[in-house]
């Protein structure tokens, strides 16, 4: 992999591996991967990967139904591209360029698997092991504890460790989402309203709760600021269940925030909470 230098003053933090650019926005930790490099990722043609986003940011009423495909379905009414706060894209040489977000790419990436594409295959497999996210910051040399602010508090007597971080929940809100590790036993979980926010908004907390208890496990981890902690392992199963299995509706932002944090989602809650630069000291 290149050792680019990179200059901590710049927001965007973007390396070349095997001519493909990836890219990591500093402040939001939002990544993605330049829309031809993805399409080399996946055995593509960059046109063919094109006009497929293009399509899929038009409206429904605005499509015949040829054009109405399963990538169209899996990408509709979603934030496709990687942008900063002011709705700029990243540069090559002083020039805007279409990056892919992470959890898209995987999206995409697992369509043309799907469709027996040998490259995608290969990309879903490295992406599987890391998690989209973290593919990308490990393509480009993003440190998260270099950019991480440890925080800590008391929940039931027990000092966690937290990260809270606004997502977006759909096309017009945002929410926020805290995430929690116990600092001396590395158990972690994710706040209940941050559960809901995972999965998009159409699964209410009531209906989530309803799902873990017939888990027939304990899946509160602690209670804090008034309102529950769910545990890893059981919110892990509730974004699968509302990603991939419920009826009659799934969520696709749960199943894309599962892709993008990897599994177990353990690993992304510990490192994003700073436990494992923590532990011990």
């Known amino acids: 992999m290149p050792n680019t230098e990179h200059s901590n003053d710049d927001p965007w ?3 070349k591996v095997d001519k493909i650019d990836y890219f990591v926005h500093r402040p939001t930790r939002q990544s993605g991967i330049h829309i031809r490099g993805l399409a080399t990722l996946c055995g593509v043609r960059l046109s063919t990967l094109q006009n497929a986003l293009k399509w899929a940011q038009r409206s429904t009423d605005n499509l015949t139904e040829n054009y109405r495909t399963e990538l169209y379905s899996l990408l509709k009414n979603r934030n ?70 440890v925080n800590s508090t008391i929940v039931d007597g027990i000092e966690v460790l937290t990260y809270a971080t606004q997502v977006e929940v759909n096309k017009t809100t945002t929410g926020e989402v805290v995430y929690y590790t116990d600092r001396k036993t590395g158990q972690c979980g994710i706040s209940l309203t941050g559960l809901y926010h995972l999965c998009g908004g159409i699964i209410s907390k009531t209906k ?32 699968y269940y509302y990603g991939h299995t419920a009826s009659p509706r799934k969520s696709q932002k749960a199943k894309s925030w599962l892709a993008s944090m990897g599994t177990p989602i353990s690993k992304f809650i510990t490192s994003h909470t700073g436990y494992t630069v923590t532990t011990n000291t």
């Open 80 to 149: 496709i591209f990687l942008t900063n706060l002011t709705e700029n894209s990243p540069k090559i040489n002083g020039k805007e360029v279409k990056v892919i977000l992470a959890d898209v790419c995987f999206d995409i990436a697992f369509y043309y698997t799907s469709k027996g594409y040998k490259e995608a295959l290969n990309t879903m497999a490295d992406m599987g092991r890391l998690g989209a996210e973290s593919f990308v910051f490990y393509k480009t040399g993003f440190d998260v504890m270099e950019h991480l602010q």
């Open 208 to 239: 989530i709760l309803g799902y873990l208890n017939t888990l027939n496990t304990p899946f509160v981890m602690a209670g804090g600021q008034g309102e529950d902690i769910i545990d890893a392992t059981a919110a892990e199963q509730a974004l």
């Open 13 to 15: 933090l973007h390396k």
